[in-house]
């Protein structure tokens, strides 16, 4: 087996959504606009109120995937089509906007530690504006793995013969958080036909020879095998993957589809109130 190496290495930088917010962003950034099938990350985390209290209200998606995970915090989602989740610390939330979402998602914390992921995952052209869907999963709801001086959260896709609670069929995405003890080890075969990266927000971590410190984000290279070292102070990062559609990007804002014209039809959509089409079908626990 060959262990997959760095293809480019990231450094998150600070960029301020909602109203106000700010995160630091890795992927849809100058340096990484995207990796098929991964439009965005932001990675957000405050312990002043100041900095996130405000939260990001309601905003349109379309013809994409969005993948919050909870690590510290408590936040409320509501929708255009009547969902109202709930994700506190350690949950997880996907939701397929398709052919058109309203959302918000308000902090329901006036102090302490708010912090997580927030991943856009782009739908092939067929599933563009097809109906949208939602899953939320609490925090008990998600598998873990414990092995060798590393605790794995499996979010989605499979480790270990341990399968996450989170389903993405069109891009098969794997989503792993990974805490390693200082100096511990943790191996996945990863074959390249996914596209993958690493990204590591406590302590640092050793991939490919290279040392990644926090806020960094490493695509993988080829290989049919990932291999990451804790450093000293220990590691925590997720390892996320999936398959890449190989087709056209148009993305303009909060809408991302194929085509100039499909973008133009949105908003002209969103304009005329035509956005939303169809309720979400709500699953989890």
Do not use: C
Not at 136 to 162: H, K, N, Q, Y
Not at 176 to 200: C, E, H, I, K, M
Request: glycine content about 12%.
């Amino acid at each position: 087996m060959s262990t997959r190496t760095i293809r480019q290495l990231v450094p998150a930088f600070e960029v301020t959504e909602g109203a106000g917010v700010t995160v630091h962003r890795s992927i849809g950034t100058p340096a990484l606009k995207n990796l098929d099938p991964f439009l965005m990350l932001d990675h957000f985390g405050s312990d002043d109120p100041d900095e996130y209290i405000a939260g990001f209200p309601e905003h349109p998606h379309r013809g994409f995937i969005t993948f919050t995970y909870m690590l510290d915090g408590h936040m409320e989602h509501r929708d255009s089509m009547g969902n109202r989740g709930d994700l506190k610390a350690g949950g997880a939330q996907w939701m397929k906007a398709a052919s058109g979402v309203i959302h918000s998602e308000m902090p329901q914390q006036t102090d302490g530690l708010m912090r997580g992921f927030q991943l856009w995952i782009n739908l092939p052209a067929r599933d563009k504006l097809s109906e949208p869907a939602y899953q939320e999963f609490s925090a008990a709801a998600i598998p873990e793995v414990a092995r060798d001086g590393a605790r794995v959260r499996v979010l989605a896709g499979e480790f270990g013969g341990t399968r996450g609670v989170i389903d993405d069929p069109a891009t098969d995405v794997l989503y792993l958080d990974v805490a390693l003890a200082a100096g511990a080890s943790f191996s996945l075969p990863l074959d390249d036909t996914r596209n993958g990266f690493v990204y590591v927000f406590e302590g640092s971590a050793r991939l490919g020879g290279e040392t990644l410190a926090r806020h960094t984000l490493a695509v993988l290279g080829k290989g049919d095998q990932v291999e990451i070292e804790a450093g000293e102070a220990g590691s925590r990062f997720i390892l996320v993957a999936g398959r890449p559609l190989g087709e056209p990007v148009v993305q303009y804002g909060p809408f991302v589809m194929n085509t100039r014209e499909e973008i133009e039809q949105a908003f002209a959509d969103y304009r005329d109130g035509r956005l939303v089409r169809a309720r979400a079908a709500m699953t989890g626990h």
